[in-house]
């Protein structure tokens, strides 16, 4: 008996041992599932992050595209009313010109007929050069700048003014 019970107790031994590299077997297997969990955790972290900077490089990419063309209309904006500004500048100075000349015409129209002449080639050179077009009235005006002038007539009157105006006749003394 004291033989089967060694036996028995070599057979608990054995099976211990088994049970024991079974268990190690499994705890390691265990270790091994926990650690392809972890790792299936992390990839969906990363799944999920890459998600959410894909979402993001999308959104940066509509506001770039809405940015470009914001900034296209505005350069667009920009070049016309740099053109309006250029108009508007040009038109003043012509302006601005087309009073000086018809001023110093106006004023010519007294002085001697060489220099009526000189002034009517000048104001016409004046003008191409500058690219003017002359408004019809200024250009008949100096048109006729060098046409010959009867010399205003001088009249000398002899008496008293105020008893014209204030008599409403003539007395003559």
Request: hydrophobic fraction near 30%.
């Amino acid at each position: 008996m004291k033989g089967k019970i060694i036996d028995y107790m070599e057979m608990a031994q054995g099976a211990r041992y088994g049970i024991e590299k079974e268990s190690d077997r499994l705890t390691e297997r265990l270790t091994q599932m926990e650690d392809y969990r972890k790792l299936l955790d992390g990839i969906d972290e990363v799944i999920a992050d890459n998600k959410r900077q894909q979402e993001e490089i999308e959104s940066l990419q509509q506001q770039l595209t809405e940015e470009k063309r914001q900034r296209a209309e505005l350069e667009m904006k920009l070049t016309e009313l740099n053109k309006l500004t250029a108009g508007v500048a040009k038109k003043a100075e012509e302006e601005t010109l087309l009073k000086v000349l018809r001023t110093y015409v106006n004023r010519s129209k007294k002085k001697t007929s060489d220099k009526r002449a000189y002034i009517k080639s000048v104001v016409l050179e004046i003008a191409m050069q500058n690219g003017l077009t002359l408004p019809d009235d200024m250009a008949d005006t100096i048109d006729n700048l060098d046409d010959e002038q009867t010399e205003p007539k001088v009249v000398n009157v002899a008496g008293n003014y105020n008893d014209i105006h204030d008599n409403k006749n003539v007395n003559l003394k």
